[in-house]
């Protein structure tokens, strides 16, 4: 990180020239109440004598030359609100000095890496120099150019680290943030000008939640972990190597463990040692165990090529993930239901954004459909349901087996009906029946009981998708690594724990009444949530799991590789 600028000499001075005042804010106050006993302060700040028409100049272009994107279109609006509300005075200059809370917010930009930025973006690289020649009799021009250069910045800072950089919807993800973003004017206004510790209220926009802060304090300490590694890679081999056989990369393997944490730091490693075993073996379990594998302790290709991703890749998914997490709303109604589809795992959140318990899942690809990312409340829970098979499963998978074995239908507990539920047959298709299916005049649905796909319960949470949370009758399909085997819907791995944690506000659903109703004789039976729930299927590669450890998981998707290009991009960005 570049040095604070507050650590320079003439900037210290200035900033102990200068008391700093802070001014309540009350939120049931509008604009002119609030600044009527700031106006005449403000008016001071015009002691440079800078000229309006110059201030209007820049703002009224929505244009500054002296920024690394001069453009500042998609803010003009808030840039012109926020010198409006001043009198079109200087915000971060007053009585011939910087304000130091113009410092502060430097001080943020220049370090806008810490939050997983480019300080670029922000002009980062260029304040050392600016401030520089405002200690050397800058003009009116330079003081107009130095503030709004500032003003923009900021802003640009402010809504990239509260909702991101880039719009969830260009990746056609339903959360909208584009009706949530703060106002930036007011913010500044009220929060940062005239702020004690402008730093730390901006810091109030981030992301709230407990799993991004964990991620985020660990994005040095992979940093760390890069500037430590040799970039050394372990040798591959074409067999896989277990615990108490040779293995000619046993000390890179040692080192690489132990300089990112999965070998602890007082563990004394063999430094001519040619056997692979045990702290070696039990690092490899742990290091298997964060990257979503099964920790076997086995040397495989797959681990391997883990253990050769380089540590900028990390941090790589680190910041790509830290970008998603400010994708999604800051507050609930209450604690919601959370998938994180690359991590294949379910988790129900308490208040204070722990964790209430999580759960395996099971999500959607290897059919071609991918489990969409969105943000929904959980309105019902259907016990015992039936399986309705989507149109396209029923052309496209239906039909066929029908087509080689008209007793199908019969053998897999399906039936036909008509549009309004009535059954046509759940026997042997005759030709006719079978156009009708073909045509969807007539669809199939899958009865209730242990061999439906969906198991015996279903939790709902409606969407245009028709995605839902659901059991599963195949429950050995868990035991995999890599869980990709539904149709778009999301599989629970012992979903009766999440059913009756949802219906916790419903008198009377508890666990034991949740798995008695699943295993009982009454189904399709519907239960409406007395309070419903958010629910949301979110996208991050890097995690920070319950034990406190970092978790790194394949881009499923490629949805990592579609934001970094949409980021690489610079800006403008897509919003």
Same mark, same amino acid.
């Given at each position: 990180?570049?040095?604070?600028?507050?650590?320079?000499?003439?900037?210290?001075?200035?900033?102990?020239?200068?008391?700093?005042?802070?001014?309540?804010?009350?939120?049931?106050?509008?604009?002119?109440?609030?600044?009527?006993?700031?106006?005449?302060?403000?008016?001071?700040?015009?002691?440079?004598?800078?000229?309006? !028409?110059?201030?209007?100049?820049?703002?009224?272009?929505?244009?500054?030359?002296?920024?690394?994107?001069?453009?500042?279109?998609?803010?003009?609006?808030?840039?012109?609100?926020?010198?409006?509300?001043?009198?079109?005075?200087?915000?971060?200059?007053?009585?011939?000095?910087?304000?130091?809370?113009?410092?502060?917010?430097?001080?943020?930009?220049?370090?806008?890496?810490?939050?997983?930025?480019?300080?670029?973006?922000? &002009?980062?690289?260029?304040?050392?120099?600016?401030?520089?020649?405002?200690?050397?009799?800058?003009?009116?021009?330079?003081?107009?150019?130095?503030?709004?250069?500032?003003?923009?910045?900021?802003? *640009?800072?402010?809504?990239?680290?509260?909702?991101?950089?880039?719009?969830?919807?260009?990746?056609?993800?339903?959360?909208?943030?584009?009706?949530?973003?703060?106002?930036?004017?007011?913010?500044?206004?009220?929060?940062?000008?005239?702020?004690?510790?402008?730093?730390?209220?901006?810091?109030?926009?981030?992301?709230?939640?407990?799993?991004?802060?964990?991620?985020? /304090?660990?994005?040095?300490?992979?940093?760390?972990? /890069?500037?430590? &590694?040799?970039?050394?890679?372990?040798?591959?081999?074409?067999?896989?190597?277990?615990?108490?056989? !040779?293995?000619?990369?046993?000390?890179?393997?040692?080192?690489?463990?132990?300089?990112? %944490?999965?070998?602890?730091? @007082?563990?004394?490693?063999?430094?001519?040692?040619?056997?692979?075993?045990?702290?070696?073996?039990?690092?490899?379990?742990?290091?298997?165990?964060?990257?979503?594998?099964?920790?076997?302790?086995?040397?495989?290709?797959?681990?391997?090529?883990?253990?050769?991703?380089?540590?900028? @890749?990390?941090?790589?998914?680190?910041?790509?993930?830290?970008?998603?997490?400010?994708?999604?709303?800051?507050?609930?109604?209450?604690?919601?239901?959370?998938?994180?589809?690359?991590?294949?795992?379910?988790?129900?959140?308490? *208040?204070?954004?722990?964790?209430?318990?999580?759960?395996?899942? =099971?999500?959607?690809?290897?059919?071609?459909?991918?489990?969409?990312?969105?943000?929904?409340?959980?309105?019902?829970?259907?016990?015992?349901?039936?399986?309705?098979?989507?149109?396209?499963?029923?052309?496209?998978?239906?039909?066929?087996?029908?087509?080689?074995?008209?007793?199908?239908?019969?053998?897999?507990?399906?039936?036909?009906?008509? !549009?309004?539920?009535?059954?046509?047959?759940?026997?042997?298709?005759?030709?006719?029946?079978?156009?009708? =299916?073909?045509?969807?005049?007539?669809?199939?649905?899958?009865?209730?009981?242990?061999?439906?796909?969906?198991?015996?319960?279903?939790?709902?949470?409606?969407?245009?998708?028709?995605?839902?949370?659901?059991?599963?009758?195949?429950?050995?399909?868990?035991?995999?690594?890599?869980?990709?085997?539904?149709? %778009?819907?999301?599989?629970?791995?012992?979903?009766?724990?999440?059913?009756?944690?949802?219906?916790?506000?419903?008198?009377?659903?508890?666990?034991?009444?949740?798995?008695?109703?699943?295993?009982?004789?009454?189904?399709?039976?519907?239960?409406?949530?007395?309070? *419903?729930?958010?629910?949301?299927?979110?996208? %991050?590669?890097?995690?920070?799991?319950?034990?406190?450890?970092? *978790?790194?998981?394949?881009?499923?998707?490629?949805?990592?590789?579609?934001?970094?290009?949409?980021?690489?991009?610079?800006?403008?960005?897509?919003?």
């Amino acid at each position: 990180m570049r040095t604070p600028v507050y650590r320079h000499q003439w900037l210290v001075m200035v900033l102990t020239s200068v008391v700093v005042a802070g001014m309540p804010v009350s939120s049931g106050e509008t604009f002119p109440a609030l600044f009527a006993e700031q106006r005449p302060a403000l008016r001071d700040q015009r002691s440079f004598g800078v000229s309006i !028409p110059a201030l209007h100049g820049i703002v009224d272009s929505a244009h500054n030359a002296d920024l690394r994107w001069p453009d500042f279109t998609p803010y003009k609006t808030e840039v012109a609100k926020l010198y409006e509300t001043n009198g079109y005075s200087l915000l971060w200059l007053q009585n011939d000095r910087i304000r130091p809370q113009a410092l502060a917010v430097i001080n943020l930009l220049e370090n806008a890496d810490a939050k997983g930025l480019e300080p670029e973006d922000y &002009d980062g690289s260029r304040w050392h120099e600016r401030l520089l020649k405002l200690d050397q009799k800058p003009s009116k021009q330079d003081l107009v150019s130095f503030d709004t250069a500032l003003t923009v910045s900021l802003m *640009r800072y402010i809504r990239a680290i509260h909702c991101g950089r880039v719009n969830p919807k260009e990746f056609k993800f339903q959360l909208d943030m584009e009706g949530k973003q703060p106002s930036l004017a007011e913010f500044i206004q009220t929060q940062v000008l005239n702020a004690t510790d402008p730093a730390a209220e901006i810091q109030k926009l981030e992301p709230p939640f407990l799993g991004y802060r964990k991620l985020l /304090a660990l994005l040095p300490v992979y940093e760390g972990y /890069a500037k430590q &590694d040799d970039g050394k890679k372990l040798p591959t081999s074409t067999k896989t190597v277990r615990p108490g056989q !040779p293995y000619s990369g046993v000390v890179r393997l040692g080192r690489f463990l132990k300089a990112i %944490g999965d070998i602890p730091p @007082d563990v004394q490693l063999d430094p001519n040692a040619t056997i692979y075993e045990g702290a070696l073996v039990e690092g490899v379990k742990h290091y298997q165990d964060r990257h979503g594998e099964s920790p076997t302790g086995n040397l495989d290709a797959r681990t391997i090529s883990e253990l050769n991703t380089p540590p900028p @890749d990390r941090i790589r998914q680190i910041k790509l993930t830290l970008e998603r997490w400010r994708w999604l709303p800051h507050s609930f109604s209450q604690p919601p239901v959370v998938v994180n589809l690359p991590e294949y795992r379910v988790r129900a959140m308490n *208040r204070d954004g722990t964790v209430a318990f999580y759960k395996n899942v =099971i999500i959607g690809k290897a059919y071609g459909h991918k489990s969409p990312v969105f943000e929904k409340e959980i309105q019902y829970v259907v016990f015992r349901p039936y399986w309705d098979v989507t149109p396209s499963i029923q052309r496209n998978e239906i039909v066929p087996h029908i087509e080689k074995d008209p007793n199908y239908i019969a053998k897999h507990n399906f039936e036909v009906v008509t !549009p309004d539920g009535q059954v046509v047959t759940d026997n042997q298709v005759s030709p006719e029946v079978l156009e009708g =299916i073909k045509s969807l005049h007539l669809m199939v649905r899958q009865k209730p009981g242990e061999t439906n796909s969906l198991g015996l319960v279903k939790i709902i949470f409606p969407n245009p998708e028709n995605v839902y949370l659901h059991g599963t009758d195949a429950p050995e399909l868990f035991s995999a690594d890599v869980r990709d085997f539904s149709h %778009g819907c999301i599989r629970v791995q012992k979903p009766a724990d999440l059913v009756a944690w949802v219906l916790r506000n419903n008198p009377g659903w508890d666990l034991e009444r949740v798995k008695a109703t699943m295993n009982g004789e009454k189904n399709n039976l519907q239960v409406n949530l007395v309070t *419903r729930i958010p629910v949301l299927i979110v996208y %991050g590669t890097a995690t920070v799991n319950e034990e406190n450890q970092i *978790r790194f998981f394949d881009d499923i998707y490629g949805y990592d590789a579609d934001l970094e290009k949409a980021l690489a991009a610079g800006y403008p960005y897509a919003w």
